[in-house]
């Protein structure tokens, strides 16, 4: 749930990149910690195996500066993606107020993609929070691969986007997508501030 | 002087007299989700942000681990290095559930730190308000200054 300090004017916001494994979560982050100015971000924590596969999370604190005249700063996790980290991810999904599901664009993975976002929406609910009201989009990463060997944003679209959310094709490793989607989460995230929901320690 | 920094002013008296008290170095009052309350010693903002990530990451992990082995909870976690040690811990208040981390020196004792701890949850609990809703914290046409922010940031 969003910090909000009326005294000092900021706001705090939790963004949670989710996903299957090998998607391009940890590349989303690692994109935005590269292009953003070192007074505007904190160090990159990286919890991962020998292998670099993310084992608990990597959290990425950001100070986005004034928004109607709240210093605004957000926390952005990723999960990791192998399915059986699950008691993990229901962990670092506590408390978050928004959500970039970053699904792999390659064809062999749609059953992945799937799973995953089942997971997500199980993993949500069994938070006590609706679905449809938690802030959310969804990313198409890897569309720099092959024609032959990825399905099209629209192809995906259609298999994984049945809530109409925002989408997004990118390729994480070039950039190409990463400000996008995060301009997009952070927007549905602070869009629900202006409409007055609740917010509380938690 | 270090500074010590709040959300919610509540939190402010209980923590500062908890620093003197124990003479820790390091004091993040947080949300289990890792939303920083209160803090003393940390002067960057996203800095904080990274140890608070951390520190309710190990209370939720330790607290997942405790519900597979049959235990309820297992209370503070206490970590001693060469040069600090950290204590950590969880606690019950009207506005919810909080972590509190301690780092703290060779100039005081985990035993000190403890005994003093305690004091501080009683502290925070007796002024602790009960949670409660709020209204709109944004202006409706906040989209143009965030749409400038993150370009700022990404240098476009």
Redesign the interface.
Known sequence: ?????F??R???C?IVYYGPGRSGKTTNLQYIYG???ED????M?S?ATQTDRTL??D?L????????G?T??F?L?TVPGQVYYN??R???L???DGVVFVADSQARQLEENIESLQNLHQNILEQGVDVRTLPMVLQFNKQDLPRDLILSPQELDDALNFRGLPTFAADALRGTGV?ET??AI??EV??R????A????? | MTATTVVEPWTEAPLVRYVGQASARLVVVMTPAGQVLAQHGFPRAVDLMGVSALGAAIVASSGALAELVGERSFGALFHAGERHGIHLASCRTPRGPLVVLTVFGRETSIGLVEVFFEEFVAALQAAAPAAEARGPVLAGDFEAELGRSLATLFGR
């Open positions: 749930m969003s910090l909000v300090n005294t000092t900021e706001i705090t939790k292009q953003v100015p505007r971000r904190g160090r924590v919890l608990f999370f959290f604190p950001l100070d986005l500066g004034s928004i109607s709240f605004t700063r926390q996790y008691a993990t229901r962990l670092v506590q408390g978050a400000f995060l301009k952070s927007a602070l869009r501030l202006s409409e007055g609740s917010g509380r320690p938690g």
